[in-house]
Structures are given as C-alpha cells and as structure tokens.
C-alpha cells in the first residue's frame, strides 16, 4: 500500500539566507483558461509555477484537445489552443479545483457552449458561482442546470451586456472578461475585483487582441472583438508566496533575502508587519525581512483587494499566535475561512474560540511540535510557520494541498537553512 508524503519540520531555526518568490497561481490559472480563447497561434507563458492546481489545468486543456507543452524547472509552458474540440470539462479534475470555473467563460466565448459538472477547491466557505452564471444568462447565454449537479451553459450568439458581482468576486469578473471579449459590441461589469493577479491576466488579454479598460477600478469596460490570437507573457510573481516566505523568516527570528515580491501589491500586510516590529529593507530586486526583538500583536480585517488578502489570513493568524498580547483577527471574505485553529491549537497556541467571523488570538504560546493535516492551501502555509517556530519536531499530513499552491517549498526552505524534509 503506498504510504502518505508526510512533512517533517524540526524547529526553532531561524531562517537566514535567499529565496526566490514563484510565479503567481492565481494569475496562471486564468491565463491558462484565457489560452483557450486563441483560434490562432500559440500562447507562451513564463514563470508558470508546477504547483498542483496548475498542472491539473493544464491537464484539462489537454483533455479538451489542446497541445500543451511544460517543463516545471523552466517555468514556460507552450499552449495551442487551436486544435480544442471538446467542450466538456473533465470531472475528475475540475473535482479539484475551484478555478476550474474559469474556463466556461472561454469556452463559451469561443464555442458557444460549456458544459461542467463539479468544481473543487479549499474548503473555506459555501463558494457559489452564481455571478459567472448571471453574467453569461446577461450576455445572452442559456444556463442549464443538469441532473446530478453541474451546467451546461451554450449560446446562440452572445451580445455585450451590463453585468455585476454583488461582492467583487476574483475569478468572476475575470470569467466574465472571457465571454465577454467574444461577445458583440459593448459589456460593462460594475463591482469587479481589483485584485492584482486581474491585472496580470487582463495583459496578456490585451496582447491576445481583447480591449478591456478599467482593469484596478470597480468597473471594466469590454468591447468585443471577432477573434483572439495566442499572445506572450510573463507571470507576475507570487504576493501569497512572498507573504508565506516573509511570514517565515519572521517567525523564525530570521534574517532573510526574498527576490520577486512585489511590494506595491502587499502594501497592508507589509504594514501589518512593520507594526508588529518586522524590518523590511529593499536592496536592489531583493527584499530583506529580519526581526531581531519580540513581535507585538496586531489586528486584521480581511477584505477585497486592495484590503488585507483573506489568503494572508491563516498564516499572519500563525504569526500573531507567538506576539506579546491578545491579536484579533477578523475574516470578513469567506464564511468559514478558520480551519487552521485547530491546527494552530495542537502546537499549544491559545486562541478563543471563533465568533462572528472573529478570533482572538491569545500571545506568546511557546508552540510545540505535534502531528497536523494542511487542511486547505493556506491553513497548511499556517501549519509550516507555526512548525518553523515550534519547539521539536512537527509533522504534516495531507501535503496535495499544500502543492496545490506553492513549490518546491522544502527546497526553499532549505536553503534558508530550516530543517525540513519530506518522506
Ligand atoms: N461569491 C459569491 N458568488 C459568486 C462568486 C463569489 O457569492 O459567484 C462570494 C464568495 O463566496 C466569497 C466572495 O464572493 O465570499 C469572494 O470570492 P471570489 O469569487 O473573489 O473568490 P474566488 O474567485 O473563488 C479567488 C482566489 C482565492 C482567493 C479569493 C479571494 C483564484 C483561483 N482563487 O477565489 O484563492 O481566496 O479569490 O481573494 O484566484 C487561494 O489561492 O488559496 C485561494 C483560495
């Protein structure tokens, strides 16, 4: 019988040295479901992460006819595009994760008809999908729901609509940006996201031929062309990698360097950290992050770009569990984003229970070794900083969702010089 990938951590090392920050998964992740927009030429992408949830979209456009090159140590993956001749996306790989969605919005726009059975992702909250759905019924589209769960979604011809999100929603105006982009003549979504991984995604749109303005503010204004072209681009870098790396070297005591944060886009949660006494240095394209005295505790709200990241959440919450004094931490993004808790719980750190979305945690544990599940992405970056600050040894478990999102993560690790290993 195989047996399970375990992470063990020995702790209480503090982290010195240099890392590199990986490509952002969550501007991969549309751009891979943007390639399919492209009836012409091949679209190039740099700086493509091989976490998990990428190399399971990149497995769909395979499935869904397209040729699809990728070597993970080099970062560029070869997409055509041209030769998709299926519409239906495979469930057993939507089934694990939740920016499968994104690619109805292209297959829409391009062919005129999706069809989608189940979507996965962190278990964090309800999740529905209902504003990509509203947003393609607007632009002329038939949503069907099918039996067993799922939608097929097919239009005659899809017309430029006004659409919105009741709450700016990442991946749904990026979707809706797709379909839109084929669509004719104008389509404007009010309350859109603003989240910098749109404005990624929204440049390589542009090099494909769409013409979409108003990316960073709460209307986007698309004018639908006839066709799209592969285009070429480079990912930005990872602001949720950077944060779990900074979190790191600030956990530990450490004294590290970090090339490719880019720090106009964690301005708040750099600020988090400069109140809890963090020192942050820019050197060139490096980022120095050490903490020599004790950290003192903080308060966060989470909420939409340009508010502190909700995926910063579980991790800071870690942080915060080693300062000197009660921190309050608030998630006001998703329902039921405080899984890591109980993970924090098990190493000895003391946190009231949640209440109306609200922990208060209770400062300094001494946090000790144990034996933890990375429960989502997130809660597992929480699990690996509160074992790098922990006394002995720690173990996790469940370590596909940890991969889903980051990479070659011991490796860099290691080289900051924390011992960590995998089995
Ligand atoms: N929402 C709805 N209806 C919808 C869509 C969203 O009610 O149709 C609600 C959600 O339930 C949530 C809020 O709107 O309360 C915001 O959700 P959003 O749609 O922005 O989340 P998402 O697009 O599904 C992306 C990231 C998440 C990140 C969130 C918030 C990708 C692939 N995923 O998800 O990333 O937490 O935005 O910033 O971009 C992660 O990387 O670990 C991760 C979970």
Known sequence: M??????????????????????????????IAASLLASEGQTILHRVPPVKDVLVALEVLRRLGAKVQYEPREGTAVIDATTVDNTRLPAELTGRLRASILFVGPLLGRFRQAQIEEVGGCTIGQRPVDFHYRGFARLGASVEGMRGGGFHVSAQALEGASMYCDVPSHTGVENLIMAASLARGESIIENAASDP???????????MGARVEG????????????KLRGAEHTVMYDRLDAGLLMMAGAITGGDIALKGVQRQHLRIFEAKLQQMGVELDEDGEWLRVRRSGPLSPINVVT?????????LQPCITALSCIAQGDSYIRETVFEDRFGHIK?????????????????????????????????????????????LAAEGTSTI??????DRGHAFLEERLCGLGARVVRT
């Open 215 to 226: 990316i960073g503010s709460r209307t986007v204004r698309i004018q639908g062309v006839e």
């Open 397 to 402: 478990a469940n370590l596909y969702q940890l």
């Open 303 to 311: 909420t939409f770009h340009p508010g502190f990241p909700t995926d």
């Open 2 to 31: 195989p047996t399970e990938a375990l992470l063990h951590i020995e702790g209480g090392v503090r982290l010195r040295g240099q890392a590199l920050v990986q490509g952002a998964k969550n501007a991969t992740l549309p751009m």
């Open 343 to 387: 993970v924090l719980r098990a190493f000895g750190a003391k946190l009231s229970p949640e209440k109306d979305r609200l922990v208060i945690v209770h400062g300094p544990a001494q946090l000790k070794g144990c034996k933890v599940k990375a429960l989502d992405i997130r809660a597992g970056g929480a699990a690996v900083l509160a074992g």
């Open 197 to 207: 991984e749109i404005e990624d995604f929204a440049l390589l749109m542009a090099k």
